[in-house]
C-alpha cells in the first residue's frame, strides 16, 4: 500500500506556545509499507503541556522502532498490538506524571494513534483529539472522553446542547494527570483510496464535520499538494473563526 501524506500544526492565534506534538512515520518492511500518525495534544490549563506531549510521542517513536519490528515478524494482532500500547501508554503516564510530582507542576496530554499496516487501521486513544475516516462520508473512528461524551451517552445531553455547552473541553482523563486511565482501541479494514485525519481538538472545535468533509473529501484530495492545501486553509479558517486553541492535524491517503 502506498501513502501521500500531509502534516499541518499551528500555535492559533491566542497561544504563546504550541502544546501539540506530531508524529508521522513510514516504514517500508517485508510485509508492505507501514503507517504511523500521532497527535499529542497537551493540557492546555496544566503547565508545561508541550513537554508532556513531547514525552508521548518520543516514548511512541522509541517503540515503533524498537519493539514493533519484533512484534511485525511475530504476527501482528489487534490483542498483542493493544497489549504492547497499553503497556507503552501507562509507562508514559507513570513517567510524565512522576516528573510532574518532582517540580511540583501539573502535566498532562491527549493521545491518539494511528496504525497502517496489511490493509488494516488500528487505533488507540486518551482523551479528546481524533481520528476521522474519509470516504463516502466521515465516520469518526475515536471516540472522546470527555465530560459532555459521558453526559451523551447517559441521554443527559443532545449533540447540540454539547456543541454549546461550555464544558465541551473538560477531559476525563489524559496522560500523565490521571491516576488512572483506560485506553481505547478500534480496528478495520482499509479501502483503497480512503483518507485518514488525525487531528487536535482545536482543529475540529470551530468547523462543522460538514465542512470538513466539503475540504478534504478524497475525490478532491487526489495530490499530496491538495492534501496540504486542504488542512492549511482549514487552519486557518479556525483562526478566522477565533478558535483560541493551538490547531494540528495529518492526513494520510491510503492507495
Given at each position: ?118 490493509h488494516t487501521y488500528y487505533t488507540a ?131
Amino acid at each position: 500500500m502506498e501513502y501521500r501524506i500531509a502534516a499541518h500544526t499551528d500555535a492559533g492565534i491566542r497561544k504563546r506556545i504550541n502544546q501539540d506534538s506530531i508524529l508521522v512515520k513510514v516504514a517500508q518492511t517485508d510485509r508492505g509499507r507501514i503507517c504511523l500518525a500521532s497527535i499529542c495534544d497537551g493540557v492546555g490549563g496544566l503547565a508545561r503541556g508541550e513537554l508532556a506531549s513531547a514525552t508521548a510521542v518520543r516514548y511512541l517513536a522509541d517503540w515503533f522502532e524498537h519493539a514493533f519490528p519484533d512484534l511485525l515478524y511475530r504476527g501482528l494482532s489487534m490483542e498483542t498490538l493493544t497489549e504492547q500500547w497499553t503497556d507503552m501508554i501507562y509507562r508514559i503516564n507513570r513517567r510524565i506524571s512522576t516528573y510532574g510530582r518532582m517540580v511540583h507542576m501539573d502535566l498532562g496530554t491527549t493521545m491518539v494513534i494511528l496504525l497502517i499496516a496489511d490493509h488494516t487501521y488500528y487505533t488507540a486513544n486518551v482523551g479528546d483529539s481524533r481520528i476521522y475516516l474519509l470516504w463516502d462520508e466521515l465516520t469518526q473512528l475515536t471516540k472522546d472522553q470527555t465530560f459532555i461524551q459521558r453526559e451523551m451517552d447517559e441521554g443527559r445531553m443532545t449533540r447540540e446542547e454539547a456543541r454549546r455547552d461550555s464544558r465541551r473541553n473538560v477531559l476525563m482523563q489524559c496522560v500523565g494527570a490521571s491516576d488512572e486511565i483506560t485506553p481505547e482501541f478500534f480496528s478495520g479494514t482499509v479501502v483503497p483510496g480512503s483518507i485518514f485525519l488525525v487531528c487536535s481538538d482545536g482543529f475540529r472545535n470551530v468547523v462543522s464535520e460538514e465542512e470538513i468533509y466539503e475540504y478534504l473529501s478524497p475525490r478532491r484530495l487526489l495530490r499530496e499538494e491538495t492534501m496540504q492545501e486542504g488542512i492549511e486553509y482549514l487552519t486557518e479558517l479556525d483562526k478566522y473563526r477565533k478558535e483560541s486553541d493551538n490547531i494540528s492535524a495529518v492526513l494520510v491517503r491510503c492507495d
